[in-house]
């Protein structure tokens, strides 16, 4: 059974039961993709405006005058609500919601199976571009929702065995069977659960409502200090957005990912199917 947060994750219903609030409804994803189709009143923003971009690891937050820039597009203010979809599932969008949280805006919910659930419900879409109210944002980089590759190296020299990696990446990059990186495997000890395992795809791609109990299976506990990952902090939007709204007290993303830990000589890795 669904132990997900009731207010942050949305059916086409519930989001249309918002319209009484200030909400601002965001589509993560291509612009062609935007131009063709997406929901009434949404506005775009696409990945490349949340990731550095810079080799080796693109994945990492961009500069906080950048962060700015967005948070200013978009008009982040007190009282408004961000809805955020994609069309993939949840991986972009869940990496903004991970980046609203690091720049300290809390009030957002996603909308389950993204545009695919809404079309699916009979609702319309639409095709004209939309144009958020910008409003000037300061930001201030909140550290709890970020890990850094020091953080993990340090916890992985104590032995420390409170710590939990979920990596998010398919089982062949963690084996270290497909490289993306100067070495390929995964972190010592690392968990392996697939991001695309989490997604239902009988129901528009939507959450899996026995998502609680998959990760408890595999030994990606509440009680325990997770640190979630993939290539670039993609996936793991997803990966993020889901320990989130069942509540995880302690979660954080590692926004270099692979492609920094890969890239890096001074980082333990191991091969094969055992963490």
């Known amino acids: 059974m ?19 609030d200030e909400v601002l409804l965001v589509d993560v994803g291509a612009a062609e993709r935007y131009a063709q189709a997406h929901i009434p009143g949404a506005v775009l923003v696409t990945p490349q405006e949340l990731v550095d971009g810079r080799p ?12 700015e820039a967005l948070c200013s597009r978009l008009g982040l203010r007190d009282g408004l609500k961000v809805v955020a ?16 949280e690091v720049v300290g805006h809390h009030d957002w919910a996603y909308l389950d199976g993204g545009i695919h659930a809404w079309q699916a419900s009979g609702r319309h879409i639409e095709q004209r571009p939309n144009t958020p109210t910008p409003a000037s944002f300061e930001v201030r980089i909140d ?13 992985l020299e104590l032995g420390d065995a409170d710590l939990v990696v979920w990596d998010a990446r398919s089982a062949a990059e963690y084996r270290g069977e497909r490289q993306a990186a100067a070495r390929s495997g995964h972190i010592p000890g690392a968990i392996n659960l697939d991001w695309l395992e989490l997604m239902d795809r009988e129901r528009q791609l939507r959450l899996r409502e026995d998502s ?9 506990t509440p009680d325990k200090l997770i640190v979630t990952h993939c290539q670039t902090h993609h996936r793991s939007g997803l990966t993020w957005l889901a320990a989130r709204l069942l509540g995880y007290p302690r979660l954080k993303a590692y926004h270099g990912s ?12 191991r091969t094969g199917a055992e963490p």
């Open 56 to 67: 080796p690891a693109t994945g990492r937050l961009p500069d906080v005058a950048r962060l």
């Open 212 to 220: 609680a109990e998959l990760l408890t299976s595999r030994g990606i």
């Open 2 to 20: 669904s132990r997900f947060d009731p207010e942050r994750l949305l059916t086409p219903e519930g989001y249309e039961a918002l319209a009484g």
């Open 143 to 155: 550290p709890e929702p970020i890990a850094e590759a020091e953080d993990i190296l340090a916890a």
């Open 85 to 100: 979809y994609d069309d993939e599932g949840g991986g972009w969008a869940g990496r903004l919601l991970w980046t609203l």
């Open 258 to 269: 692979w492609s920094e830990w890969g890239n890096r000589d001074d980082t333990p890795i």
